[in-house]
């Protein structure tokens, strides 16, 4: 809230110009055959949409942008499953001089949702929970050491909120812990050889509460990355980023030692081809300690390619598959979810869309028991004013 109270301060209410606020919106309809993403599915119809205002106040070398969002989904029949999401955001950037910018930000979200608890033949036991998480953060940006050079820092905490089950034989209670994460951050950018090299340097510490860290088999972890990365568009519509360095995970929970090396690789891959043909790849290697199963960090690897044509000014098609590789630190526990999906968008860019779209969901995992699958087919509209 500090930061909120500081940009407020900053912006002079005299002399400055407002934005022309603007709403966007978005609504879908589908039927899944795993609605809650289960082992043992449950299938259903299902509706889901968001409406978001935002905007911008601002004067010469100062912007205050605001924006206010809710979003629902309704899991048809089981409505323990259904999600009530609240969030706003709040951020001022500020020109400090000609070669420094400062841009600061904060966010708040509400989420009421719920799922599956325990599975029984002929009975389900669900439960609703209210999170919420909250964010701040700044970012300074200058050239006054050759080149442009980023600061940094950023925190967030999750805040769990206690479980309320669909029998009352189960009293209220909370199944996961409060997680916090702390994330600084410094990058230097030059220009080489036609395209931009970044020297990047990341800490990223994790915070859990002491009482809740045996509790709930939790425990803090940090991880320092430092890397360097280079971009470059080439001709006939190629574009590729490549970055590398080592990621070092430390706790004094690990089991051998309390430090842990690995090499963080990142790629990036787009061309556009001269028949509206577009293809996309990634690829990163990376640990994780934030929005992780794991009670300490997880080794990720991830996956992505898609390819997208453009038939004609209304009318992209677009194929994508994903998968994401998860290997436990502290558990010896692995998990792979993979995705495939296709959709078809009928509408220009600025105008409201109408889309089409069929997604495949698999998990597996080192306890067959928590494999799932499921499909969808879904109809979504689109669109701002």
């Known amino acids: 809230m500090l930061i909120i109270a500081v940009s407020m301060a900053i912006v002079p209410l005299a002399s400055v110009a407002h934005s022309e606020p603007t709403i966007e919106y978005w609504t879908k309809q589908g039927y899944s055959s795993n609605l809650l993403e289960s082992p043992e599915p449950l299938s259903g119809p299902f509706w889901e949409g968001s409406l978001k205002l935002k905007g911008t106040i601002g ?3 100062a912007k ?3 924006g206010i969002y809710q979003k629902e989904l309704r899991t048809g029949a089981y409505r323990f499953g259904d999600t009530h999401e609240t969030g706003f955001n709040l951020g001022y950037a500020q020109q400090l001089g000609k070669d420094t910018v400062l841009e600061l ?3 708040y979200i509400r989420n009421s949702s719920g799922d599956v ?3 029984l033949p002929g009975n389900i036991i669900g439960y609703r929970a209210v999170d919420s998480a909250v964010q701040a953060g700044g970012k300074i ?9 980023a600061f940094t820092a950023k925190i967030a905490e999750l805040r769990k909120g206690d479980a309320h089950f669909t029998i009352d034989l189960l009293k209220p209670a909370k199944l996961d812990p409060d997680v916090g994460l702390l994330t600084l951050g410094v990058n230097h950018y030059a220009s080489a050889k036609g395209g931009e090299l970044c ?7 994790s915070m859990i509460n002491k009482d809740e860290q045996a509790i709930y088999s939790r425990f803090p972890a940090s991880t320092l990355r430092g890397s360097l990365a280079y971009g470059k568009e080439f001709g006939a519509g190629l574009s590729l980023i490549a970055e590398a360095g080592i990621i070092v995970l430390s706790s004094d929970d690990l089991s051998h030692g309390n430090r842990q090396s690995r090499p963080y690789l990142r790629g990036e891959a787009k061309w556009t081809t001269f028949a509206d043909l577009e293809f996309a790849a990634a690829y990163k290697h990376d640990i994780a300690i934030g929005d992780i199963d794991d009670a300490l960090a997880e080794i990720v690897d991830s996956y992505k390619i898609s ?3 453009q038939l004609n000014p209304w009318a992209k098609i677009t194929l994508a598959y994903s998968r994401t590789e998860s290997e436990y630190i502290y558990y010896v526990y692995d998990r792979t979810t993979r995705n495939v999906s296709a959709k078809l968008t ?3 860019e600025k105008s409201p869309q109408f889309e089409i779209g069929y997604a495949h969901v698999k998990q597996t995992e080192a306890d067959p028991s928590a494999n799932y699958k499921g499909s969808e087919i879904t109809a979504r509209v689109s669109g701002s004013f």
């Open 199 to 205: 020297f990047c340097l990341e800490y990223n510490q």
């Open 59 to 61: 004067q010469d070398g």
């Open 346 to 348: 009928l509408g220009q």
């Open 307 to 309: 390819v997208s044509r």
């Open 64 to 66: 205050l942008s605001y």
């Open 141 to 149: 940006t200058t050239t006054a050491f050759g080149g442009k050079t």
């Open 117 to 119: 608890f325990l599975q």
């Open 105 to 107: 930000e904060t966010s």
